[in-house]
């Protein structure tokens, strides 16, 4: 996998960059030490914990035989309602991705999954709280940079579907 501190090529954080730029979104690099816990990073980047993107991949089953994966973005004060998303999915189970299947889907390791998705086999839910603020932040595929973003233009791009699905 790619390096994630920034120090080779980081092919997901380069897709993400061209994406933005070629939508012309509204965005800034924040540069921090290495971290991907969410509480931490908010502190260092500045901003209320809230404003935070944090990125679950789950797995989804309908059934014994068929499972899809999704990628939740819920506000980074927030845990990912796992029976909301079970009864929206109208599933048997809902529940974390095997972290080597989450990082596989997202193209990065725990901590810097992005609120994109670039896998046809992951689906993208993200809580209407999102929508709230005006700007968001995540680590961008990598544990030493960030994105600031402005929600109206990753709303635009992502084209997520909007559900409850966060809880405190």
Same mark, same amino acid.
């Given at each position: 996998m790619a390096d994630l501190l920034g120090v080779g090529a980081n092919p997901v954080y380069e897709k993400l960059i061209a994406l933005l730029d070629a939508a012309q979104a509204k965005y800034s690099i924040l540069?921090? =030490?290495?971290? #991907?816990? /969410?509480? &931490?990073?908010? !502190?260092? &980047? #500045?901003?209320p914990v809230r404003e935070a993107a944090k990125c679950i991949v789950l797995i989804v089953k309908q059934g014994k035989k068929t499972s899809k994966f999704? *990628? @939740?973005?819920?506000? #980074?004060?927030?845990?990912?309602?796992?029976?909301?998303? %079970? %009864?929206l999915f109208n599933a048997t189970y809902a529940g974390f991705a095997a972290t080597d299947v989450a990082e596989r889907l997202a193209g990065s390791v725990a901590g810097t999954v992005l609120p994109f998705i670039f896998k046809d086999e992951l689906g993208l839910i993200v809580d209407r709280q999102i929508a !709230?603020?005006?700007?968001?932040?995540?680590? =961008? @595929?990598?544990?030493?940079?960030?994105? %600031? *973003?402005? /929600? =109206?233009?990753? *709303?635009?791009? @992502?084209?997520? &579907?909007?559900?409850?699905i966060a809880m405190s």
């Open positions: 540069d921090h =030490a290495p971290d #991907g816990q /969410t509480d &931490r990073v908010s !502190e260092m &980047r #500045g901003h999704v *990628l @939740a973005v819920v506000p #980074g004060n927030c845990r990912v309602d796992i029976n909301a998303i %079970k %009864k !709230e603020s005006e700007w968001m932040y995540f680590n =961008a @595929a990598r544990l030493d940079r960030s994105l %600031k *973003l402005a /929600t =109206a233009d990753y *709303l635009a791009i @992502a084209k997520p &579907r909007l559900e409850s």
